[in-house]
């Protein structure tokens, strides 16, 4: 038999067959951990003197055909799933209008906020990597911060008047800047 730390000096050996059977990390990663559990759950099978790694690479191989048999088998050429993966669907009205109502706020906030918040909510840098690209402090950074969230969100609470005076849609309120979902003109 075989001592769990002989198992584990042949692992990255073995991840690499595995790969180059799956040419997916993924999978790879998959069938380097059942090659393990099944070596351990059949130790007993190993003869000793022979090579490990040649025994452990043909427990893996034969994982590799069996699972590729059964997938060949039970999933037919008709499978709709990476199909349904390809798909892309376009955002549905009320985000294109949120998203719209958005993009209308930003362009009246002032440069400074625009440039904040889309540092912060948008490209997702923290407090410290802005402070340090706008050579400010960074308490300055949440308090420019907190003014854009409060000024881009009294612009998306002011309505969009049409020409008849009324507004033309219910204005939207961004999750990111309020708990509230809507917030109907009155």
């Not at 790969?19 to 069938?31: F, G, I, M, S």
């Not at 055909?65 to 039970?74: G, H, N």
């Not at 690209?133 to 911060?145: E, I, K």
Request: charged fraction near 30%; hydrophobic fraction near 35%.
């Amino acid at each position: 038999m075989f001592t769990n730390k002989e198992l584990m000096n042949n692992s990255q050996r073995l991840e690499k067959f595995a790969y180059k059977l799956t040419n997916n990390k993924a999978d790879a990663e998959d069938l380097l951990q059942s090659t393990l559990l099944r070596a351990i759950e059949k130790r007993h099978l190993f003869e000793e003197g022979t090579n490990l790694y040649s025994w452990l690479s043909k427990v893996m191989y034969n994982m590799f055909v069996s699972a590729y048999r059964r997938k060949t088998k039970f999933e037919t050429q008709y499978d709709p799933e990476p199909y349904i993966e390809k798909q892309q669907l376009d955002a549905d009205q009320d985000k294109k209008m949120e998203v719209q109502d958005v993009e209308r706020a930003m362009n009246e906030i002032s440069t400074d906020h625009r440039e904040i918040l889309i540092m912060i909510c948008v490209k997702g840098m923290a407090y410290a990597e802005v402070s340090e690209a706008l050579q400010v402090p960074v308490g300055t950074v949440r308090s420019r911060l907190s003014r854009a969230r409060e000024n881009l969100q009294t612009v998306l609470d002011t309505p969009k008047k049409s020409k008849s005076g009324l507004p033309k849609r219910p204005i939207l309120r961004h999750p990111a800047f309020t708990d509230q979902k809507q917030v109907f003109a009155a």
